[in-house]
């Protein structure tokens, strides 16, 4: 069973509020910058930033004495009648990844959507990387039902070593990650309880490590990537919904079962 329990909310000493200062703003495109790797064309201005908190939207940042080390840019959104919650972007510096940043971060987030009378927030990530898999799915109570092909374009390599070993014209492929803010898994996550998941009805396996694969054999990773696609839609199409993931260390993979 993979693991449910989030992480501590102590374990990195970081403060939690919301970011309004320019200086802060720009803080929030140097993180940008370092951690994603993406070209200036690419990078959220501040601009952006600003203006969605005039729209309702909102960022919040995770200060080490003073200093910001990773944030969650929060938008407002519409479906029907339902404003929602669009998390379009999270980064941890790299000095302060797997020390519980992003989990406070993210809970942080959930805090305020529901105090602002929200109760569901989206946002989209890589069906290739484990890491950002067992972190929504296991550690979030995320359930994905939509699967986004060539999301934003395609060669959407953004990491040098990876696209100079020939990692290039890759889809941008995204999983869209839904958040029920109020769903049994996600209160008992909130609360650090497990939530027990029965045997999946079905999987969908990922490479171990897809980024040494890009680097080693970008053929190969494209070919994965477009059996993954495959299989995710043929799932999905069924009217199953991936729910957990996996984290073995030669087969991890995706967690399906039937819709309840």
């Known amino acids: 069973m993979?693991?449910?329990?989030?992480?501590?909310?102590t374990a990195a000493?970081?403060?939690?509020?919301?970011?309004?200062?320019?200086?802060?703003?720009?803080a929030c495109i140097r993180l940008q910058r370092e951690v994603f790797g993406l070209p200036d064309l690419e990078i959220s201005p501040r601009r952006h930033l600003i203006v969605s908190r005039a729209a309702g939207g909102w960022t919040l940042a995770a200060f080490n004495k003073g200093t910001i080390v990773g944030f969650v840019h929060h938008l407002a959104a519409v479906r029907g009648d339902e404003i929602f919650g669009y998390s379009h972007m999270m980064a941890v510096a790299a000095d302060f990844q797997n020390h519980g940043v992003g989990a406070r971060l993210k809970?942080?987030?959930?805090?305020?959507?529901?105090?602002?009378?929200?109760?569901?927030?989206k946002w989209t990530f890589e069906p290739m990387r484990g890491r950002n898999a067992h972190f929504n799915l296991n550690r979030l109570g995320v359930v994905i039902r939509d699967y986004a092909v060539n999301f934003y374009g395609t060669d959407y390599v953004t990491n040098p070593v990876e696209k100079n070993a020939g990692a290039n014209g890759m889809d941008?492929?995204?999983?869209?990650?839904?958040?029920?803010?109020?769903?049994?898994r996600v209160e008992a996550f909130?609360?650090?309880q497990n939530?027990?998941?029965?045997?999946?009805?079905?999987?969908?396996?990922?490479p171990p490590d897809f980024a040494i694969l890009l680097k080693s054999n970008p053929a190969t990773a494209k070919r994965e990537q477009l059996r993954v696609?495959?299989?995710?839609?043929?799932l999905l199409g069924a009217g199953m919904v991936c729910r957990a993931f996996d984290r073995n260390a030669t087969r991890p993979g995706y967690w399906f079962y039937r819709e309840e």
């Open 229 to 234: 696609r495959e299989e995710f839609l043929a």
């Open 107 to 121: 809970w942080a987030q959930r805090a305020r959507a529901l105090a602002e009378g929200r109760d569901f927030i």
């Open 172 to 184: 941008s492929d995204r999983l869209f990650a839904s958040w029920d803010l109020r769903s049994p």
């Open 2 to 9: 993979p693991d449910a329990v989030p992480s501590s909310p």
């Open 13 to 26: 000493e970081v403060e939690i509020r919301e970011v309004s200062s320019i200086d802060e703003y720009d």
């Open 195 to 206: 939530y027990a998941l029965p045997k999946a009805d079905a999987t969908v396996e990922i």
């Open 190 to 192: 909130a609360a650090r």
